[in-house]
């Protein structure tokens, strides 16, 4: 069974403008409202492989009630902690240029936050657990190193999608898979964005998987992806569209990943099927469709950068 677990989601409302001026009143040409947080995307793409999976986090009021119904249109279990106050909504505006409005959301109590803990140790032995997104108040970041403790000792598999450098901390419960992109992985080494050309990419990378990491997934936006094993070294593009909103791209990308390879498809497939998720997720007002996927799969190309017998 897969779950995912989303800390602190929202509504993201898409806005479409011709142009978008300071005081005055900016009138909009297309709305669109859509459950949204890191995970929460994650549980979309996944469904709409056909793969079942659970959706975990905190919600609260009206916004909180319209995640959960939307997902389970979607035909995704849930499995919420229900706290006081209401579920952050996001703005994304496209006009001259794209805008991102994220707020904070709720703050979540002591012991709401034992809650979700003890609904993660309840997960069955063998089942994987996404973690993406940042936290929402009350919560410090030594939460995902907890929830990585559990994971380790409940046999479960820990995919983390998180900008948090309590990330590093987690590499010692041995996660399934970690997926930084450019950013962060700068930042988790104290480096530039500049600096990180393809080889250091692989290098710190490597890095990671010397700390604990078992796959490393480092997404690169238009760039595309380089994927990082023991055994693997991958590098797969992008393509060229028109972006619209690139909020969820990475989610698209992470989700397809682990769902292809749950399909029994190929890594090589499940990298390509990846990164025209991300591109097509890039392409749209929300999280892509299959057939916006499939789209743009013979635009993507692999290369094999490292590949060692796995059998000795």
């Known amino acids: ?23 005055v009143v900016n009138r909009t040409y297309e709305e669109d409202y859509q459950p ?8 979309i793409i996944l469904s709409e492989l056909g793969i079942s999976n659970t959706a975990m986090g905190f919600i609260g009021g009206f916004s909180g009630e319209f995640i959960e119904q939307e997902l389970k249109k979607k035909s995704i279990n849930t499995s919420m902690v229900y706290v006081e106050g ?17 707020n904070k959301g709720p703050l979540i109590s002591t012991t709401k936050k034992v809650e979700l803990l003890e609904k993660i140790q309840r997960i069955p032995a063998n089942s994987t657990l996404f973690v993406s997104g940042s936290l929402p108040g009350g919560i410090e970041d030594d939460f995902y190193i907890k929830i990585a403790k559990i994971c380790y000792y409940n046999n479960i598999k820990l995919i983390l999608d998180i900008s948090s450098h309590a990330l590093l901390e ?41 700390m604990g990491a078992q796959q490393v997934l480092v997404s690169r936006g238009e760039k595309g992806a380089i994927y990082t ?70 635009e993507i190309q692999i290369e094999k950068l490292k590949e060692e017998n796995m059998y000795g």
């Open 229 to 298: 094993s023991s055994n693997r070294i991958l590098k797969v593009s992008s393509t060229k569209g028109t972006v619209v909103n690139t909020a969820c791209a990475g989610d698209a990308m992470l989700s397809t990943f682990i769902g292809k390879l749950d399909l029994n498809e190929s890594l090589e497939n499940a990298l390509i099927y990846a990164s025209a998720a991300g591109a097509a997720t890039a392409f749209s007002k929300g999280i892509c469709s299959l057939s916006d996927i499939e789209a743009l799969v013979h």
């Open 1 to 23: 069974m897969i779950y995912t677990l989303t800390p602190n989601p929202a509504i993201d409302l898409y806005v479409g403008l011709d142009q978008l001026k300071p005081s």
């Open 170 to 210: 987690c590499l010692a419960y041995k996660p399934l898979l970690i997926k930084p992109n450019d950013d962060e992985l700068a930042s988790f080494f104290q480096l530039s964005v500049s600096e990180l050309t393809q080889e250091k990419i692989i290098e710190l990378s490597q890095t990671l998987l010397n």
């Open 36 to 43: 949204n947080g890191k995970a929460i995307n994650v549980s």
């Open 86 to 102: 209401i579920t952050r909504i996001n703005v994304f505006a496209n006009a001259d240029k794209e805008y991102k409005i994220v």
